[in-house]
């Protein structure tokens, strides 16, 4: 008779009875059920709240960790100065009193984040740097190999002009090189096992991973612990010397001496060591900026006030200085540190600039809608570059190339497009996706633009509620409309886009008055969401510190996010 369990191995068992067909799931206890075995299972212990669900809709109930303080007691609140899950009990006493309380499926999203932080970092930084080590001792092992077969080869030939005189000092010397070679062999041999023991320990670390994140036991979410400390000091290159023969004159005296010696050879450590090295692509090759992660809580460090009635766009000239535009026609630069008005530049039309942006050399670019002009400012002096016709530019970039990326609409606002321009020479249109549908709302909608560290075209559309990222090609990558829950449960508005040296997309939501942050890819990460008001512009410094542009009380926020 056929094992009912294993007959049919597309068709799963109850884990109680172990004959009929799976139909619930008690996704306290994460056992599978049929229905005849569900009550069995209730009362198979009364200490634990079992939640049976449908097969199909397992671990759709969150497990709240327990409270550490009262062990009968869930958390569903998380103390964001404390640092800990709290459970009612916990809120009713004065131990948390005035702290800052989330709910803990606010936090979950963010420590979700963390562990994949971590589990990329071990993925992409240091399994394929320990991966490289590997290879790079195996091919000093088998150019070892190929070395040491010259030096046999080389100390056989010259034997054999010796004949049969020095066929015993031939052996001999041989023999001095086969330990010679398997000395150091053995040496890298056992570094190399060292370093293979370190690759699967890494690769343990990454794959336990996998099941806590698909987990919805979030005791074990917080539970994650990685070493990846204990992986960043790279093993000792080992580079072993070459081996060489040094050939004598053939005489029958001193034969020992004359035949030749074969040279002395050790494995010495390489001061400059192997480099740590990342699978992220990065634009400029050999630039790879170091790897920084998201603060748990950003910090506000200075504010600047302005002298507008409305504040829209920021730029960052250096970083010291920031360029800002508003709701007159001057463009103000200010110091960072000193909170002072620099300079002023009026617009050369008298009408409001659209947008700003910085070049690469440090000139201050400025599109003007109405007159249909991108201009640059070089030593105060306004230069027109680009003049359009049937086309209004909206907002302007500078690229990685010194390029200038313009955002535009057609007179009758039926239009949209990004238009690559080198100088004044148009190098590349973006307007469509490959089923020839337009990639851009039309209407007289807000819309900016960036470009990603990886080349990506980055447009955070306010008529679409979207921001659309095409890779440099013009080809879509994806669309983000933003993440929920947010702050203030209202519609994900873009506004102002920036990008940092992490290839992190930074978007400014106007009415739920946070910062979206993104990896390339369009994934979420999280919100900076503490204390802004109706955030518009934004733009990051060298080192990716980001200013905010807020519109309603004309101050640009300097904000710490990335350690």
Partial sequence: MMDPRTSAQDVMRCDLCETAVVQMHCDTCLVNLCTACVGKHMI??????????????????PLYPRCSTHDKELCEMYCNQCD????NSCLTSDQHLGHKLLKILQIVEKQKNKIIQKQTELKE??????????????????????????????????????????????????????????????????????????????????????VTIDSNDFSKLFSVKFNVDRYKKLPQKLVPSKPKFIPGKIQREELSKLFGTSASSSLTSDKHGY?????????????????????????????????????????????????????????????????????????KSGNLPTDIAVTKSGDLVYTDYWDR??????????????????????SVCSTSSDDL???MDSDDYKQTKVVCYSGSTEKQTIQFDDKGKPLYSSGLYDRY???????????SDYGAKAVVVVNQTGKLRFRYTGHTPAPKNKTFNPVGITKDSQSHILIADYDNECVHITDQDGQFLCYIDYGLSKPCGLCIDTNDNLF????????????IYLK
């Fill in 84 to 87: 800990i899950p709290v459970c």
């Fill in 275 to 347: 480099k740590i090295k990342t699978t992220q692509k990065s634009p400029e090759a050999g630039s790879s900026p170091p790897v920084k992660q998201l603060l748990d809580e950003p910090e506000t460090v200075t504010t600047i006030h302005t002298e507008y009635i409305y504040l829209t766009t920021v730029a960052c000239l250096s970083d010291e200085e920031i360029w800002t535009r508003g709701n007159d026609n001057t463009m103000k630069l200010y110091s960072i540190n000193q909170g002072s008005l620099l300079k002023s530049i009026t617009t």
């Fill in 125 to 210: 930084t240091f399994f394929p740097t320990y991966q490289d080590i590997a290879s790079d001792v195996q091919n000093r092992m088998s150019q070892l190999e190929k070395e040491y077969g010259d030096l046999s080869t080389a100390i056989t030939k010259h034997g054999e002009d010796w004949h049969r005189e020095v066929d015993k000092l031939v052996k001999k010397l041989k023999a001095e090189v086969d330990e010679m070679k398997n000395t150091q062999l053995q040496t890298l041999q056992k570094h190399l096992d060292e370093i293979n023991k370190t690759i699967s320990y890494i690769k343990d670390e990454i794959d336990s991973v996998h």
């Fill in 373 to 394: 002009t991108v201009n640059i400012v070089k030593n105060e002096e306004i230069e027109e570059v680009i003049r359009l016709q049937y086309w209004r530019p909206f």
């Fill in 405 to 407: 990326l313009v955002i």
């Fill in 44 to 61: 198979s212990d009364e200490s634990k709240d079992h939640k049976v669900v449908k097969f199909q809709s397992r671990k759709s109930t």
């Fill in 449 to 459: 633009i960036t470009e990603n560290r990886n080349l990506d075209i980055c447009v």
């Fill in 548 to 559: 905010v542009a807020q519109c309603r009380n004309r101050q640009v926020k300097k904000i």
